[in-house]
C-alpha cells in the first residue's frame, strides 16, 4: 500500500483528495495536516468521510509525514514552496497541486504571483503533471507541479491541432466559466450566495496568472509563439469549467470539419480521461460533476474557417485532486485509472 499524506487538507482541493483516495485501492491515507485545526479529527471537519478516515489533524512537519511514500501539498500559491526543500531532500515524492512550480520562468512567476520564490532552484526539477503530454516524465518524477484547473482544459481543448501545427497561433481565444468552488474555501465577499447567485461576471480580464502558465505550455506543445486571449467568468453554481475556444485554421489546412473531428478522436482514442464526443454536442458541466473526466467537442459555422472547441471538467477533479490522483498512479506504476472511475453524479 502506498502511505499518502497531504499538507493542508482543510481546503477544497484537500476534501477532494480525502475523498478520491479513502477508496482508492493501493492507498492509506497516513497524515493528514492542518497547523489550524491541529488535533481536531479529520471527520469532524468533513463528515462526508466518517467511517473511511480515522485520523486527527497533526502538524506539517517532515518528522510527521515522513512515514509517508507521498505528499499532496493542496495548500494556497507560496505554501509549497517554502517547505519543498526539505522534502525532497528527504527523497519524498511530492505532488504540488498550487501554482508554486508551474512556470519556468522565476521572474514570471514572480510577476504574476507578487512574491519572491521561495526555492527557484526546484523549479527545473518539477514535472508540469498534465499527464495526456508528460506521461513518461511523470513516470520518473520526484516533484509534479499539478496543472491550474482552467489551464487543463484550455490546454486539452487547442493540442491536437496545435501539435500538428494547424492552427494560426497569432489568435487563439479561450472564453472560460467557472463554479465559485474554484475560488476556494476561505470566506470572501464575492463568494456570498446573496453576492453571486444569479450574477454573471467576467473577472481577471485585464490579465490571470494561468495565462503565462498556459502559454508557456502551449507554445511548447506548437513550437511556436501564441497569442492567446484568456478571460474566465465566475458563474452561480459549485463545481465546473465550461471553456469555449475559438482559433482559425492555417490557410493552406485544408481541413473539414469531419478532419478535425478525426485529428481530437485519434489524439485522445488512447487517453482515459478525455472523452471526445461526437461533432456538434454540447458537454454540459453536469456530465462531468465529480469525475476525472475531461469532454470535448467540436464545431465550425457555415463559410467559416474557425474552428470551436467547447470542453468541459470538474474544476476540483480533473482540475485538482483527481489529476493529481492520476499524476500518483502514473509515478507508482499503478493502473491509471485506480481511484478515479467515478461515473459523473446527475443530476
Same mark, same amino acid.
Given at each position: ?19 478520491? !483516495?479513502?477508496?482508492?485501492? $493501493? ?5 493528514? #495536516? ?5 488535533? /481536531? ?12 478516515? %480515522? ?19 493542496? #495548500? ?15 527523497? !519524498?515524492?511530492?505532488?504540488? !497541486? ?15 504571483? %507578487? ?5 527557484? $532552484?526546484?523549479?527545473?526539477? =518539477? ?7 508528460? +506521461? ?34 497569432? /489568435?487563439?481565444?479561450? %472564453?472560460?466559466?467557472?463554479? #465559485? ?38 507554445? $511548447? =506543445? ?25 482559433? $482559425? ?45 475531461? +469532454?470535448? =467537442? ?50
Amino acid at each position: 500500500m502506498i502511505k499518502a499524506g497531504i499538507v493542508g487538507a482543510t481546503g477544497y482541493t484537500g476534501s477532494e483528495l480525502l475523498r478520491l !483516495l479513502a477508496l482508492h485501492p $493501493e492507498v492509506e491515507i497516513s497524515v493528514v #495536516t492542518s497547523r489550524t485545526e491541529k488535533g /481536531r479529527p479529520v471527520a469532524a471537519m468533513f463528515p462526508h468521510v466518517r467511517g473511511h478516515i %480515522d485520523l486527527a489533524f497533526t502538524d506539517p512537519s517532515v518528522k510527521e509525514l515522513a512515514v509517508c511514500d507521498v505528499i499532496f501539498f493542496a #495548500t494556497p500559491h507560496g505554501v509549497a514552496q517554502s517547505m519543498m526543500a526539505e522534502f525532497i531532500d528527504s527523497g !519524498l515524492k511530492t505532488i504540488d !497541486l498550487s501554482g508554486d512550480f508551474r512556470l519556468n520562468d522565476v521572474d514570471i512567476w514572480e510577476h504574476w504571483y %507578487d512574491q519572491k520564490h521561495a526555492c527557484p $532552484e526546484l523549479i527545473e526539477q =518539477a514535472v508540469y503533471g498534465l499527464p495526456e503530454i508528460n +506521461r513518461e516524465k511523470i513516470k520518473e518524477a520526484k516533484l509534479i507541479a499539478c496543472p491550474g484547473c482552467f489551464p487543463t482544459v484550455i490546454q486539452l481543448g487547442f493540442l491536437p491541432l496545435l501539435e500538428k501545427k494547424l492552427i494560426d497561433t497569432r /489568435r487563439m481565444i479561450a %472564453d472560460a466559466k467557472t463554479g #465559485t468552488s474554484g475560488g476556494g474555501r476561505a470566506a470572501k465577499v464575492g463568494m456570498l450566495l446573496s453576492e453571486c447567485s444569479d450574477s454573471f461576471k467576467a473577472y481577471g480580464v485585464s490579465g490571470h496568472r494561468h495565462l503565462p502558465e498556459m502559454q508557456q505550455i502551449l507554445s $511548447e =506543445a506548437g513550437n511556436a509563439d501564441i497569442g492567446l486571449t484568456f478571460v474566465p467568468h465566475l458563474v452561480p453554481m459549485i463545481r465546473g469549467i465550461e471553456a469555449t475556444l475559438y482559433f $482559425e485554421l492555417k490557410e493552406d489546412a485544408g481541413l473539414s470539419l469531419a478532419d478535425v473531428q478525426a485529428i481530437y478522436e485519434q489524439r485522445y482514442e488512447n487517453e482515459p480521461f478525455v472523452d471526445v464526443m461526437p461533432s456538434g454536442s454540447l458537454p454540459e458541466t453536469r456530465s462531468v460533476k465529480g469525475s476525472n473526466m475531461c +469532454r470535448i =467537442a467540436v464545431h465550425q459555422q457555415p463559410g467559416s474557417q474557425m474552428i470551436i472547441v467547447t470542453a468541459v471538467i470538474d474544476n476540483l477533479v480533473k482540475g485538482s485532486s483527481g489529476q493529481a490522483i492520476q499524476n500518483m498512479n502514473i509515478m507508482f506504476g499503478l493502473d491509471e485509472l485506480l481511484g478515479l472511475e467515478q461515473v459523473a453524479l446527475m443530476p
